[in-house]
């Protein structure tokens, strides 16, 4: 870790999972996400918007890749990432001794233009990321190259600044955890297209919330395409960055994203590898609830869903103030099943008016009463039984957390267990 103007630079900046939607994985696979950065901002801009609202230590901090100098319209700030001016002697020198072919002078005249007065080559405002690495990879000057993970720091800074123009251009790293149970070696011996693909997508969902405006909590993303093409093998130890472009977005009324089509580039040694195209709608989960009520699933009997194993033993079942302690088999809508050891729910006191407490992440609480209908020792350990309760009483609210739980974490069991 290093310190540059009093902020501490990581050697790497995970992005946290609730930015990817990823609420029951352990990681994210997204680091050092960013906005394209400004090449040029007119000091006066800078001066006004960007300076009142960042501290002292992030002031010290840009000093460090910003310069100003008269630009072809006046005072800017500029991103020293390359070489700006070049004087006609040291030109002169690189061409003639440089290792460069035809096409690459073209380039290189394309982007830098003579200026008489001072008898420089003045780099022209126009310049991408990829044009900036093969500049600096011709002239071989280490010294100007920004690290992804310091143009992430000053992505976050310069996003600050309201009265700046900003591209909804976006720029993420590949990241793999250390400890990710799957995509970390000895698991694999290359970046998988798998890896790629949700990598990808969930860099997507982050530009909602980051930059688009897309709130954490009362939204679901409905995924209206996402597709992917592989160009070329990815290897395990070389990075890889990932540029996403708007192409399109439609905005709510309060001016957040609520449709959008990103594409997405994967690149790797500056060679693209890969697309993803992703277009999604966000809605409002009133709207999104509004809409599935209208397309309500008709079973022959009634549905029964086992659940994700982290809430099996969220359930509480009380006789009389006593707790019985027992785990969720299966659900519906109308009863679930359970499963005890040790006491037999036949001798339950009142099994006819027990209550029940049932808790789930995101859904909520579930209150209400149910009674026992039936009792069925294990075949195989007598110790264990099985039990079907009817859910007899249940509030509004309750049955809509109930609904929500099940379907979130619940499994359809195609064939019904009949006791």
């Not at 946290?16 to 007119?42: C, G, M």
């Not at 990932?242 to 192409?247: D, V, Y």
């Not at 580039?265 to 709608?281: F, G, P, R």
């Given at each position: 870790m290093t310190i540059s103007g009093k902020i501490e630079i990581p050697s790497v900046i995970p992005l946290h999972k609730k930015y990817t939607r990823t609420f029951f994985q352990e990681d994210s696979l997204v680091s050092n996400i960013r906005r394209a950065l400004q090449r040029?901002?007119?000091?006066?801009?800078?001066e006004s918007q960007v300076i009142p609202v960042i501290t002292e230590e992030e002031r010290a901090f840009l000093s460090n890749y910003y310069v100003k100098r008269e630009g072809s319209n006046g005072l800017v700030y500029s991103l020293k990432s390359i070489p700006l001016k070049v004087s006609a002697e040291a030109a002169k020198t690189f061409l003639g001794e440089g290792n460069i072919d035809e096409d690459q002078k073209r380039f290189l005249f394309n982007l830098y233009l003579f200026n008489e007065t001072e008898g420089k080559y003045v780099l022209k405002n126009s310049v991408t990321e990829s044009d900036e690495i093969r500049i600096l990879q011709m002239f071989k000057q280490k010294s100007f190259h920004i690290r992804n993970v310091e143009k992430a720091l000053i992505s976050e800074i310069l996003e600050k600044a309201q009265g700046i123009a900003k591209k909804d251009v976006f720029f993420a790293n590949l990241y793999t955890p250390p400890t990710h149970k799957f995509f970390s070696p000895p698991n694999l011996k290359h970046i998988s297209g798998m890896q790629i693909t949700e990598s990808a997508r969930q860099f997507g969902i982050a530009c909602h919330h980051i930059y688009g405006g897309v709130p954490f909590e009362g939204v679901t993303f409905l995924l209206q395409y996402l597709n992917a093409e592989f160009f070329q093998y990815a290897k395990l130890t070389m990075p890889i960055k990932m540029r996403a472009?708007?192409?399109?977005?439609?905005?709510?009324?309060?001016?957040?994203?609520?449709?959008?089509?990103?594409?997405?580039t994967v690149y790797q040694e500056n060679v693209e590898i890969s697309k993803v195209s992703m277009a999604a709608t966000i809605l409002p989960l009133k709207v999104y609830k509004r809409l599935k009520?209208?397309?309500?699933?008709?079973?022959?009997?009634?549905p029964r869903f086992r659940l994700l194993d982290k809430f099996k033993n969220n359930i509480s079942i009380r006789d009389q103030?006593?707790?019985f302690v027992c785990s969720i088999e299966n659900m519906s809508q109308n009863g679930f099943m359970v499963k005890a050891a040790g006491n037999s729910p036949a001798d339950l006191g009142g099994k006819d008016s027990l209550e029940f407490f049932m808790h789930f992440d995101i859904a909520g609480f579930v209150h209400g009463k149910c009674s026992l209908l039936w009792v069925?020792?294990?075949d195989h350990n007598e110790d264990t039984y099985y039990a079907g309760f009817k859910i007899e009483e249940l509030s509004p609210i309750d049955s809509e957390n109930l609904k929500e739980s099940i379907d979130r974490y619940g499994r359809l069991i195609e064939e019904r267990e009949i006791f």
């Amino acid at each position: 870790m290093t310190i540059s103007g009093k902020i501490e630079i990581p050697s790497v900046i995970p992005l946290h999972k609730k930015y990817t939607r990823t609420f029951f994985q352990e990681d994210s696979l997204v680091s050092n996400i960013r906005r394209a950065l400004q090449r040029e901002i007119p000091a006066d801009l800078f001066e006004s918007q960007v300076i009142p609202v960042i501290t002292e230590e992030e002031r010290a901090f840009l000093s460090n890749y910003y310069v100003k100098r008269e630009g072809s319209n006046g005072l800017v700030y500029s991103l020293k990432s390359i070489p700006l001016k070049v004087s006609a002697e040291a030109a002169k020198t690189f061409l003639g001794e440089g290792n460069i072919d035809e096409d690459q002078k073209r380039f290189l005249f394309n982007l830098y233009l003579f200026n008489e007065t001072e008898g420089k080559y003045v780099l022209k405002n126009s310049v991408t990321e990829s044009d900036e690495i093969r500049i600096l990879q011709m002239f071989k000057q280490k010294s100007f190259h920004i690290r992804n993970v310091e143009k992430a720091l000053i992505s976050e800074i310069l996003e600050k600044a309201q009265g700046i123009a900003k591209k909804d251009v976006f720029f993420a790293n590949l990241y793999t955890p250390p400890t990710h149970k799957f995509f970390s070696p000895p698991n694999l011996k290359h970046i998988s297209g798998m890896q790629i693909t949700e990598s990808a997508r969930q860099f997507g969902i982050a530009c909602h919330h980051i930059y688009g405006g897309v709130p954490f909590e009362g939204v679901t993303f409905l995924l209206q395409y996402l597709n992917a093409e592989f160009f070329q093998y990815a290897k395990l130890t070389m990075p890889i960055k990932m540029r996403a472009i708007l192409k399109d977005v439609k905005y709510a009324k309060d001016g957040s994203w609520n449709y959008s089509n990103l594409e997405i580039t994967v690149y790797q040694e500056n060679v693209e590898i890969s697309k993803v195209s992703m277009a999604a709608t966000i809605l409002p989960l009133k709207v999104y609830k509004r809409l599935k009520s209208g397309q309500a699933e008709v079973y022959e009997i009634d549905p029964r869903f086992r659940l994700l194993d982290k809430f099996k033993n969220n359930i509480s079942i009380r006789d009389q103030g006593n707790k019985f302690v027992c785990s969720i088999e299966n659900m519906s809508q109308n009863g679930f099943m359970v499963k005890a050891a040790g006491n037999s729910p036949a001798d339950l006191g009142g099994k006819d008016s027990l209550e029940f407490f049932m808790h789930f992440d995101i859904a909520g609480f579930v209150h209400g009463k149910c009674s026992l209908l039936w009792v069925k020792q294990d075949d195989h350990n007598e110790d264990t039984y099985y039990a079907g309760f009817k859910i007899e009483e249940l509030s509004p609210i309750d049955s809509e957390n109930l609904k929500e739980s099940i379907d979130r974490y619940g499994r359809l069991i195609e064939e019904r267990e009949i006791f």
